[in-house]
């Protein structure tokens, strides 16, 4: 068979699939910014800019069973979040990154033709899966200061929705669902996915109440409070029955040996970890006030380790284009509800520092 036919074989619905805008690493970006490679400041994918926990680098240099597949049941990684979450570990499931638990919840429950909702704009991983998935993304506007919006969302549900996409605090906007929001969307039945990857940044969860509600599904990640994001490791708290159904349809070893090690150290290392998440935080606070200084910005309040502002002046694009060459990334947009903006991860002091200073330049 040609090339040719060989592309007529992959299935029609991907043909067109753009895929996911990742964030860019530094080393490709050699020739491309004023400054050396190392120097470059990385504000573009909401990490973690203090690094993992010491105690991680140190268990995995001395780990010594690389060649011994990990415990596909992940029965102790299952304890450990138990006791880290206070949520019984029969409703506990990993994978490699939140992202993995996003992907198998939707091969869990979407079929063709189904409905998925989704609260736009947020994280770009919903409409990634869900493109690869056969069922159908229903999106749901937020209101100008990006809240959800609940009577929309429950306008929104027909006979086809299988399941409703909640991510709070949201990515890229950094904005709350409030409490009474996501009960009220849960009252309605259905299947919603309380996406958490910023909580212990914003200190509200929903965890407590799974098992209560069939129907609430909560997602967490390592990759922001504990600086995992290149070990890949996440977990979701379930209802008992959709946790095993996951066990059972998940990837065997989908979460390696390594992540393990650091989810073991990082909690033994929690109190240091989480005084970084009080730095970080502290740090949100002082760059709103200074971009907000900025005349031709307009910072959105956020409860995440990111903020999210409109551009008012001249294009986010051109905007993250300068701060590049300058060896600054950030992350630009410019969808229908998300016009000509850039979110800003919090990084360190220095870095708050850095970024000012160019973007007072520009001001000039
Ligand atoms: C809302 C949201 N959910 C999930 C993720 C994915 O996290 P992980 O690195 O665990 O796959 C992110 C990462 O940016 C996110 O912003």
Redesign the pocket.
């Known amino acids: 068979m040609t090339s040719e036919g060989i592309e007529k074989l992959i299935r029609p619905s991907l043909v067109n699939f753009v895929g996911y805008a990742a964030s860019k690493s530094p080393e490709t970006l050699v020739g491309k910014v004023e400054v050396p490679v190392e120097d470059i400041i990385k504000l573009d994918?909401?990490e973690n800019p203090y690094g993992c926990s010491p105690r991680v680098n140190a268990a995995l240099a001395n780990y010594p069973d690389m060649n011994i597949y990990p415990d596909s049941g992940q029965t102790e990684l299952r304890k450990l979040l138990q006791a880290y979450t206070g949520v019984g570990s029969e409703h506990i499931v990993a994978g490699a990154?939140?992202?993995?638990l996003?992907d198998i919840i939707l091969r869990l429950f979407i079929e063709s033709g189904d409905e998925v909702i989704n609260c736009v704009p947020t994280?770009a991983?919903f409409r990634f899966f869900m493109g690869l998935s056969d069922g159908t993304l229903v999106e749901v506007p937020r209101d100008e200061n990006f809240m959800v919006i609940v009577k929309a969302v429950k306008a929104a549900i027909t006979k086809k929705t299988k399941l409703v996409l909640l991510?709070t605090p949201?990515?890229p906007t950094g904005t709350v669902i409030p409490r009474k929001d996501i009960l009220e969307i849960l009252d309605t039945g259905l299947p919603a996915v309380v996406?958490e990857?910023?909580y212990e940044f914003s200190g509200e969860t929903m965890a407590p109440l799974v098992g209560q509600y069939p129907n609430l599904m909560v997602?967490r990640?390592f990759?922001k409070w504990a600086g995992l994001?290149g070990l890949?490791?996440?977990y979701g708290m379930f209802p008992t029955k959709i946790a095993n159904y996951l066990l059972r349809i998940k990837e065997p070893y989908g979460v390696n040996m390594a992540a393990i090690v650091a989810v073991r150290e990082s909690l033994k290392d929690k109190d240091s970890l989480m005084n970084r998440v009080k730095t970080i935080i502290t740090e949100r606070e002082r760059l709103f006030e200074e971009l907000k200084k900025l005349k031709w910005l307009k910072p959105f309040p956020s409860q995440a380790n990111f903020i999210f502002c409109s551009v008012l002046k001249d294009k986010a694009s051109e905007l993250q284009q300068k701060l590049q060459k300058k060896g600054i990334l950030v992350r630009h947009f410019d969808q229908p509800l998300l016009q000509n903006g850039v979110r800003i991860s919090v990084g360190k002091p220095e870095h708050t520092d850095a970024l000012i200073k160019v973007l007072q330049q520009l001001e000039e």
């Open positions: 994918a909401n990154g939140s992202d993995q996003i994280f991983m991510a949201n990515n996406d990857a910023y997602l990640t990759s994001a890949r490791i996440g």
